[in-house]
């Protein structure tokens, strides 16, 4: 079984350029076969969950053809009103798959898709997504670990959505988008990759405005014209890297970003005493000779400190002097990485939806397991930052959502390798000294 496994205890430094945003990515392939015409998408990461996603659109009709690793040209004329059902051992194990609902009940107000899956990090009712199927006209039922959702034809209306749900925003703001009439969604998400899908739909004809403020509007149009879009950088890939300076009192520049949707990010960075540097396309983070303090930390739906970034800044907390505290407020599962954490020295308590931090001087070398994407790449930071070796295991999940992530870790100077067998992770132990 793969594994990473790395000697850590070394400052990281250099500059890492930033994929495509992965939530923002599987939003934009959905929407992509909306269109009867071609639409080429650029800056893709090629990541698992992705290739999963283009792996779902082919098996319902949808011509794929992969011009390089990061970019792709989709087609959905091939797929037909018969043809909608998405379903296969793989697209089980991603939540975006139910993006295909929304996509195919706008354009063929027929969709039946496989319940979702992902990462168990908690509760992701689908309730909101129903309640805006239902407004705009479609019926929705669920049996059999398949939900349908169909209409005669879908009208448009004003939804508010009880809670904010990036997930219930994008489905009910593409199938609204082919509806007919106006549509009003009050209390949307706000976060980045909404506005990216939104921009997407815009260029292929659609009539949406507000997307990055809690009301969109949207005026329905009767179909789509292809397009060329490139998708922005990843926001989590980006604060991840961020993070893994301040742990290893590093000094990291990461390229191709949008600063402003790293603020809750470098605000805290900074509070707790790494030195921020922003620039057009990317942000430096300095934390050499730096003695880091604590602080506390709210989960928050955008702009807010996001749940994607709160394993990763938990590994940099337990490394800060005095007590910090992580409020959880989105995902109630979000603290499964702390028994593991705790094999490398860290000292964590959890009560409820709260984790209490009291730092230490240094993490030591540990055997690990990811419980979860982002926590997987927030122990390999650990890792990274340990004295000693240490090895992560259950890595695809990792690789659901980074690109080549050791090669990057690799060239800012880190000591990490993937290996698939105890011979070869003796040799790598043997190899780094």
Known sequence: MERFVMKGGRPLNGEVVIGGAKNASLGVLAA???????????????????NVMLQAI????????????HTVKINGAAISKDNTVVDDEFIRKIRASYYLLGA??????????ALPGGCDIGSRPIDQHIKGFTALGAKVEIGHGMI?????????????????????TINVMMAAALAEGRTIIENAAKEPHIVDVANFLNSMGANIKGAGTDVIRIRGVEKFHGSTYAIIPDQIEAGTFMTLAAATRGDITVRNVIPKHLEAISAKLNEIGCTIHEYDDAVRVDARERTLKNTQIKTLPYPGFPTDMQPQMAVVMALSEGTSIITESIF?????????LARMGAKIQVEGNTAIISG?????????????LR?????????????????????????????HFEEKLQDLGASISLVDSDKEEQKFKLRVV
Do not use: W
Request: proline content about 3%; overall charge negative; aromatic content about 6%.
């Open 332 to 340: 109630e599962n979000r603290f499964r990485y702390v028994d593991e």
């Open 32 to 50: 992509a076969v909306m269109a009867d015409e071609p639409c080429l998408i650029e800056n893709m990461p090629d990541v698992r969950d992705t």
């Open 360 to 372: 230490i001087s240094k993490y030591t070398g540990a055997d690990m397991v990811a419980p979860d």
């Open 148 to 168: 349908t959702a169909e209409a005669e034809r879908l009208t448009g209306a004003h939804i508010y959505m009880d809670v904010v749900s990036v997930g219930a």
């Open 58 to 69: 082919e098996g319902i009709g949808g011509k794929v053809e992969r011009i390089d690793a």
């Open 375 to 403: 926590a997987g790449a927030a122990l390999v930071i650990a890792g990274l930052a340990a004295e000693g070796y240490s090895a992560v295991e259950n890595i695809e999940l990792i690789q659901r959502g980074y690109e």
């Open 104 to 113: 195919l009940l706008g354009k063929y107000k027929k969709a039946i898709v």
